[in-house]
């Protein structure tokens, strides 16, 4: 590349951009620019020539068209290394263009707006910037191009020192360029889809948030990507103690997550390999920790916590009594902060409640399974199939483990009383050994509880290991073809037992 004597800028983000341009100027680039742009440079003192100027046609359309012209394009897709390219410039007049500094119309921030129209989301839809963008980028061997306003200060480095921008670094803001280009297309297209949770053709970005030290094991390499748009989720959180975060991690803090913002009131989930180890909701959030810390004391070890509301300096205390790999809160008492740091390596995060939204996406091989995300259910419209109604408390119960067994790996049972989760059956491959295994984790407090199956019981056998463990109430989708079956189990027991129609598979 020859020194950079021409640049062009035409930004919608204007950070930096006035430093940049004084600096470009005292190092003797001539600057073109067009619009807003080159109101904010002359007013700031820097010499611009107006892309009108050069092309000989003023802005039209309300300022859909600017730079198309091939005074504009042909100095920047000119390839320098070409005679016959040169030999063309020089017969049409044209200067060529050494760097090329643009972003593109505000078109995301516009459309997060609950109230933005359609007409004016399609205003911001820019035409003449990616044009220009992907023009720069196409030519990087001749042409430097610029998309984000934190690469600034390294280009007018290279220039005041060589002036030139070296190929290394024109090749790496290229491919910036067309994930700029590619990021602002898909949004475009999502918008357009209005929603669709699965269009003919799935355009995705994502943006690296995080490098990973590893993924599930040592030998995987791993990061955490982020949709584009305002944070949300685990890309809201903000990390205030503790080691990085890892992948298997961020998995854990998810699926807690989930969980409590599920759950009414003060609200504790500890989660241990994606799956819930302890669960409760109580009066106060020392509470709620306390009696999910009980349904699993062993597993507890080395899990993650996610509390639904602030952690107080009690729920603090009590969490670092054992050893932790994180916390997630809404927020902190500074005391709880305290308590927490004292765990060198305790990993503390605050972050707002995930909202339940979008669709979800797993990779498999050749392509992506895509489906909608499982929403809350809190078993309001269960239909009871029994001759015995369920108690008030029965039913506060029953809506309770329902909700923990949607987030419980399949096949999945929980047996849970006064709101908390005693025993939980996770993963099995037969529904009777969930029942069995989350029998066998509540121990003699299985006595009194309800069961929670996220699917039907296929068989009378697996109703019937809950009730002989102490079941006294099941709530379950129904759906099986021997329903009759298991509701005349039900009578028999004199046990009351609800249909939701509606299953939560968890694979």
């Not at 035409?10 to 680039?29: F, I, M, N, P, Q």
């Not at 290394?81 to 995301?108: C, R, T, W």
């Amino acid at each position: 590349m020859a020194r950079v004597k021409r640049a062009l800028i035409s930004v919608s983000d204007k950070r930096g951009v006035t430093e940049l341009a004084l600096g470009l100027a005292e190092a003797g680039v001539e600057i073109l620019s067009s619009g807003g742009t080159a109101a904010t440079l002359s007013e700031a003192g820097v010499p611009v020539t107006k892309v009108a100027d050069v092309t000989g046609a003023a802005e039209m359309l309300g300022g859909r068209v600017k730079t198309l012209h091939p005074a504009i394009h042909g100095g920047i897709l000119a390839d320098r290394s070409k005679p016959e390219h040169m030999q063309q410039l020089a017969d049409a007049g044209i200067e060529p263009i050494d760097l090329v500094v643009v972003n593109l119309y505000p078109f995301q921030e516009t459309v997060a707006a609950s109230d933005v129209s359609e007409d004016q989301a399609i205003e911001q839809i820019d035409v003449g910037g990616p044009a220009m963008v992907r023009a720069a980028a196409k030519n990087f061997r001749s042409v430097g191009v610029v998309v984000d306003p934190g690469r600034y200060g390294e280009v007018l480095d290279c220039i005041r020192s060589s002036g030139e921008v070296p190929e290394e670094l024109r090749r790496e803001l290229a491919l910036e360029a067309f994930q700029h280009t590619a990021a602002y297309d898909a949004a475009i297209s999502a918008y357009l889809a209005g929603g669709e949770r699965c269009p003919p053709r799935l355009v995705l970005t994502y943006e690296k948030a995080l490098d990973l030290r590893y993924g599930e094991n040592p030998h995987q390499q791993a990061a955490f990507y982020r949709s584009n748009g305002e944070p949300s989720g685990l890309a809201a959180a903000e990390q205030l103690h503790g080691k990085e975060l890892s992948y298997n991690n961020l998995l854990d803090i998810d699926a807690a997550y989930r969980l409590v913002g599920e759950l009414e009131g003060f609200a504790c989930a500890i989660i241990k390999h994606s799956n819930p180890c302890g669960a409760a909701v109580a009066d106060s959030i020392e509470e709620a920790y306390e009696r999910a810390y009980q349904c699993d004391t062993t597993s507890a070890f080395g899990g993650i916590v996610a509390l639904s509301s602030l952690c107080t300096s009690g729920a603090a205390e009590a969490i670092a009594r054992i050893f932790t790999e994180v916390v997630i809160a809404p927020d902190y008492e500074p005391a709880a902060l305290d308590a927490l740091r004292a765990k060198k390596n305790l990993r503390i995060l605050r972050a707002p409640l995930f909202e339940q939204s979008g669709f979800e996406l797993r990779r498999v091989t050749g392509g992506l399974l895509v489906q909608s995300n499982d929403p809350p259910d809190d078993a309001a419209d269960a239909t009871v199939v029994t001759r015995v109604q369920p108690t008030p408390d029965q039913w506060a119960d029953l809506r309770f483990a329902w909700t923990v067994a949607k987030h419980v790996k399949s096949n999945a049972i929980v047996l849970a009383v006064g709101r908390t989760a005693v025993g939980v059956g996770a993963g099995q491959m037969s529904r009777v050994e969930a029942t069995e295994l989350a029998a066998r984790r509540a121990g003699d407090r299985a006595k009194g509880t309800v069961c929670a199956s996220d699917a039907f019981f296929p068989f009378r056998d697996g109703l019937d290991a809950a009730v002989e463990a102490g079941a006294v109430a099941v709530i379950q989708p129904g759906g099986s073809v021997r329903d009759d079956e298991v509701v005349a189990a039900a009578d028999e027991h004199g046990i009351p037992m609800v249909f939701t129609g509606r299953r939560h598979f968890r694979h």
